[in-house]
């Protein structure tokens, strides 16, 4: 199973940029996040990836299961069911979409790589907080202003 | 102040109190907060872990498994499959939800009225529980400092198109608009109850035990007479404790999918056969727009306001910045091209459509965990595909350069014309992509055995001792968030609530 997942994952994250502990770490939320549901929720959508191996099979596209197919190849099976006119089949993606997804753009270099840095920016508001508890209101400098974004 | 976990338990764990509550979201803690303050015992019972304002942080990865139920991976079938997310933790989904405080349209509470035949549950009775209840949470709207460009948009195409926009009341104290209310508010200023009612119940000499799944109701000659459970080890999540709580009431305060799915498991509800019926769940989808240049949708507050200009139509409309991480997972792309699309996460702005439901769906238990169905109807999806494109013109007409649309087969909109496509392509209920965070409805409040679940005071028609203070009570639709609601209905479970001798 943690072959599947390691190809899944592999397949649907993008492919740079990456830090070699990438896979395993995604694949390690995956597996974590399995054991916070049901057992019997896991256990279907355990089912569910070992159905997503063999899509080149149900699919009448190949008779190897994505795990052994070069990534690109594996991508360009999985692009085709998130696009699947299939609800259920377009459901079986929702599992690991989500959750490799929310992991990988989770981490620290992704967020770099999108200018994304909530960390800085909460500290702030917290110290702003912590200054109008003591009774210094926010004033006009402590908005959150970016002019830009009203130009039009 | 005493809240004990997992590590604090003997292999049998045997506790008494006059009223245990289980759960400590909008419902439980409300309830069991007034009957602490009434001078009653109070026993918590928490399936989550208490994790104290100082231990939020922005990383998903952390939080969605120790704040949400299943790791935030849960979803209601039906067409179309609908995913959702509830909180499990102290405090519940008030921890990791946005705090709007927005109280039902008068015309719903005098259906509530109508329809239960009581008057108490109408617009003027309900006024002094709902001003409680926002009184103790601080129910206010932002101070300009947390505001955000997102939400200034947002209101800015509002107004050019002649909408009206409101600012949004929540609850909050001092709120800086650090913007991570779906994490946890890092600042203490969100007024969840782990910060607002639960302090007030501890200090009146309530407990709580957290890491413990209520798996059975305790019954004795026809009366409930506590909670048989487990505790669940954090590290392994395993439960491998056995819990029992004798208490003289009973109030369950799971949420509209766990409350049901608890009660269920004695067939009850038999009067009326409504247990686990009238699922309501306040669908929303997503509007994402791009433009050319950068909003920082993540710096100011989580929904500033609504536009409420539809509001009859049962539509509402607002912006609601996620971590990408939540992004990610639902913009169409994989790979590379997900990527892409995610270096302009600085220039999205995040927003989305909640229509009121027109029908209900159920809640039943199927393998040992609940299985909850929901679909929409065709006018809910007429409706969704009205503010759909009400949301993408808005966006346009603020120049946006592109908008990706909620649809399976139809994803990025490049200009206002191609919304001419929507009504081409989306013929399907199965192609538009829902999510939703306001359950409602499965054990429904009335005066009549005959069509409710429990009785005006919250107890179960047919199990004495049992009652229940959360989103389950409501008779219908409430059509907004419906946090005070619940919270009101809770005060009035715990003025109602009388204990045996």
Sequence with gaps: MRRILLTLADSIIPESPRTPDTLEEVTRHALVSLRYMPRSSARMFLWGMRLLNWAPLWRLRGLRPLTALPAAVARRHLVALTQSRWLPIRLLMYGPVGLFMSSYFDQDFAHREIKYAPVPFVADRIELRRRWIEGHEPGSDDEVHHPAALAP | ?501
């Design chain 2, 1 to 501: 102040m005493t809240i004990l976990a997992h590590r604090d338990y003997r292999q049998v764990e045997t506790h008494e109190a006059e009223v245990a509550v289980i759960g400590t979201g909008a419902g439980g803690a409300v309830v069991g907060t007034e009957l602490a303050e009434a001078g009653r015992d109070v026993l918590f019972v928490e399936e989550g872990g208490y994790h104290p304002t100082s231990s939020f942080n922005p990383y998903l990865t952390e939080s969605l498994p120790r704040l949400f139920r299943d790791a935030g991976g849960t979803i209601i079938m039906g067409r179309p499959p609908i995913p959702y997310a509830e909180g499990r933790c102290v405090g519940g989904g008030t921890v990791v939800n946005g705090g709007m405080t927005w109280r039902p349209p008068e015309q719903v509470l005098m259906q509530w009225a109508r329809l239960t035949g009581q008057p108490d549950l109408g617009p003027k009775a309900m006024e002094p529980v709902f001003d409680r209840v926002e009184q103790r949470i601080h129910a206010k709207p932002q101070h300009p400092s947390s505001i955000g460009e997102d939400s200034r948009l947002l209101e800015r195409g509002a107004r050019r198109l002649g909408w009206r926009y409101e600012p949004n009341r929540r609850a909050q104290d001092r709120c800086v608009g650090s913007n991570q209310c779906l994490t946890g508010c890092p600042t203490g200023a969100k007024q969840s109850t782990l910060v607002s009612y639960l302090p007030r119940a501890l200090s009146r000499g309530a407990r709580c035990l957290t890491e413990v799944r209520a798996n059975r109701l305790w019954i004795e000659n026809g009366r409930c007479v506590g909670v048989l459970g487990s505790g669940i080890n954090p590290r392994t999540r395993e439960e491998d404790v056995e819990v029992r709580v004798r208490a003289k009431a009973v109030v369950v305060a799971c949420g509209a999918i766990q409350t049901p799915f608890l009660l269920l498991r004695h067939r009850l509800g038999r009067p009326s056969r409504q247990l686990g019926k009238n699922f309501l769940c306040h669908p929303n989808t997503k509007v994402l727009a791009i433009y050319p240049h950068d909003i920082y949708a993540w710096q100011g507050v989580s929904q500033g306001g609504q536009i409420r200009e539809f509001r009859d139509e049962g539509i509402l409309m607002a912006e609601n910045a996620v971590p990408p991480g939540t992004a990610a997972a639902q913009i169409p792309f994989l790979g590379d091209e997900a990527l892409e699309l995610m270096k302009r996460y600085n220039a999205m702005a995040m927003t989305g459509v909640l229509v009121e439901d027109s029908h209900a769906g159920s809640v039943s238990r199927c393998l040992g965990a609940p299985l909850a169905k929901y679909s929409i109807t065709p006018y809910d999806h007429e409706r969704f595909l009205r503010g759909v494109r009400y949301l993408a013109t808005l966006h346009f007409e603020m120049g946006a350069e592109k908008v990706i649309l909620p649809f399976s087969n139809f994803h990025v909109a490049n200009d206002v014309d191609d919304l001419a496509e929507i009504e081409r392509t989306q013929r399907s209920r199965s192609t538009i992509e829902l999510f939703t965070v306001h359950m409602m409805g499965t054990c429904r409040m009335g005066s009549d055995p005959r069509d409710s679940v429990v009785n005006m005071s919250g107890e179960l028609w047919d199990l004495p001792g049992c009652y229940v203070a959360d989103a389950s009570l409501f008779p219908t639709a409430v059509g907004v968030n419906p946090q005070v609601t619940i919270m009101a209905m809770a005060t009035l479970v715990a003025q109602r609530l009388r204990l045996p001798n």
